[in-house]
C-alpha cells in the first residue's frame, strides 16, 4: 500500500520475505551465541577485558582515550566509539511536498556543497532521506530539494545505521582503531583494565534478554 491507500479489513498491508527474515534469525542466534561464551567467561574472568566490534563498519567517532574512566566516557557520550554499518548518513524532515519513497534528490550542504540521496520512506508527513557518507558530522544542517529545485525542507543529519560500542566499568588501556578506519566483526576496538567482571556479566546478560525478545519477535513473524 502507499500513502492515502483506502483499505478494508483483512487486506495485505505488506509481505516478510522469508529468505531475509531466516538470515535475520541466523544472525540473531550467532549473537546469542557469542553473549552466552562471553557470559561464561565473564563468571571467572580477570580484572582485564577488550571491546570488540559486534558488525563489519566504518568508525565514525573515537570518544575514548588512553587512561579514561570508562563510566565517565559513557555518561558523557553514550558510547566509547561509534560504527556506521551502513555508511548512509539520513535526514528526516517533515514536509507536505508531493513526494514519494525511492524519489532521487539533492542534499544541500551550508557550504552549498551538493550530493544526491534518496527518500528511503515517506509515512506521516515525515520523510527520511539517506545519501552516502563522506565524513559528515552528525547534527549538520542540511537542506533537501527536489531535483527541480523544489525544497522538500530542512534539518540535521545523523548516521542511518550505527553501532554503539559500550563498557560500564573499567580503565581504557588501549585504543586499536580510529576514525575512517574500516573494521571487521569481531574486530578488537579498546582494552580495559580494572574491570569488574560482575558488572560485565550483568551487561552481557541484558544484551541477551534483549536478543531473545528480538528472536521471538522473528518466530513470530
Known amino acids: ?5 483506502s ?18 534469525i541466523s544472525d540473531v542466534q550467532e549473537t546469542m551465541d557469542y553473549l552466552r561464551e562471553e557470559m561464561e567467561k565473564a563468571k571467572g574472568e580477570s580484572s582485564t577485558d577488550k571491546i570488540t566490534a559486534q558488525r563489519a563498519g566504518t568508525v ?3 570518544y575514548a582515550e588512553k587512561g579514561d574512566d570508562v563510566q565517565s566516557v559513557m555518561l558523557k557520550k553514550g558510547a566509547l566509539a561509534v560504527i556506521s554499518l551502513d555508511g548512509l548518513m539520513s535526514v528526516e524532515i517533515e514536509t507536505d511536498k508531493d513526494i514519494s519513497a525511492g524519489e532521487k534528490v539533492k542534499i544541500i550542504f551550508k557550504d552549498k556543497n551538493e550530493v ?7 509515512l506521516d508527513g515525515v520523510a527520511k532521506i539517506t545519501f552516502e557518507d563522506d565524513n559528515y558530522t552528525e547534527g549538520t544542517k542540511v537542506t533537501v530539494t527536489k531535483n527541480d529545485g523544489t525544497k522538500i525542507g530542512s534539518g540535521k543529519i545523523q548516521i ?11 580503565t581504557v588501556s588501549s585504543v586499536k582503531v580510529s576514525e575512517k578506519e574500516r573494521v ?4 578488537a576496538l579498546f582494552s580495559l583494565e580494572n574491570v569488574s567482571s560482575n558488572a560485565r556479566y550483568d551487561t552481557l546478560a541484558s544484551q541477551h534478554r534483549d536478543y531473545e525478545e528480538l528472536m521471538l519477535s522473528l518466530f513470530k513473524m
Open 7 to 24: 483499505v478494508n479489513k483483512n487486506d495485505d498491508l505488506a509481505t516478510v520475505d522469508r529468505v531475509t527474515l531466516m538470515q535475520a
Open 116 to 122: 544526491n540521496g534518496q527518500i528511503k520512506s515517506y
Open 1 to 5: 500500500v502507499s500513502n492515502g491507500d
Open 184 to 187: 571487521s566483526s569481531g574486530e
Open 160 to 170: 542511518n545505521s550505527r553501532w554503539n560500542a559500550t563498557a560500564y566499568s573499567g
Open 60 to 62: 565514525k567517532a573515537v
